[in-house]
């Protein structure tokens, strides 16, 4: 019995001393990696951000967050105000299979110049369609249009065709497109519809 207790002592500090080393090298490796993915993150964003704003060089003169409130829930955009006018706008919602995150460009008259996507949980095939099917020449194209009214899907009477068998996703990917223009604009957010832009006062 004496043996078996000296045994159980053993496995416990061996295992006790696994988890340790363990724990010790993945928050190391957790450490020297933190900054090339930030790194990673921050070119990412600057290419999308030339990408919707139509290419090439662009600079940057201000990102500052705003807030908006969805049923009851705040949600957070980020505005990147370009030099010339115009600004890329990060714009979360909740699509068919999780968060989905675009950046979408706008004009200074307020026109879609591009988008990207850059976060989505949506279904392979279907859902994750939305990174192309809005896209300039494809079916439900809305490069050039001005979400100050609201875009839509033709199924709710608006004039953007939704991704075959997405509609879920579809009305979540113009919802947030409507949500940044309402940001851009200064506009607030509604949560039925998408956005309702409203025109500032003073």
Known sequence: ?????????NMVVV???VAL??????????????????????????????????GGQVEVTANYPVKQTDNG??????????????????????GFGGELRIL???TPEGAISGY?????????????KAATW????????????????????????GDVDAITAST?????FLKAVNQAYAAYAGASADGHTGATAKAKKG
Do not use: W
Not at 76 to 85: E, N
């Open 21 to 54: 080393i363990t724990g010790c090298l993945l928050a190391y490796v957790n450490h020297i990696t933190t900054a090339p993915k930030e790194e990673q993150k921050a070119r990412t964003l600057a290419d999308g951000i030339s990408a919707v704003m139509g």
């Open 104 to 106: 979408v460009g706008f």
């Open 15 to 17: 295992l006790v001393g």
């Open 1 to 9: 019995m004496k043996k078996l207790q000296s045994s159980l002592t």
């Open 73 to 94: 829930k705040e949600v957070q955009l980020v505005i990147h105000r370009i030099a010339g006018g115009g600004a890329a706008v990060e714009s979360p919602t909740m």
């Open 116 to 128: 990207t996507v850059l976060q989505s949980a949506e279904t392979p095939g279907l859902g994750a």
């Open 168 to 172: 879920i996703t579809s009305r979540a």
């Open 134 to 157: 809005f896209q300039q020449g494809a079916k439900g194209n809305i490069i050039g249009k001005n979400p100050a009214t609201p875009l839509k899907v033709s199924k709710d009477g």
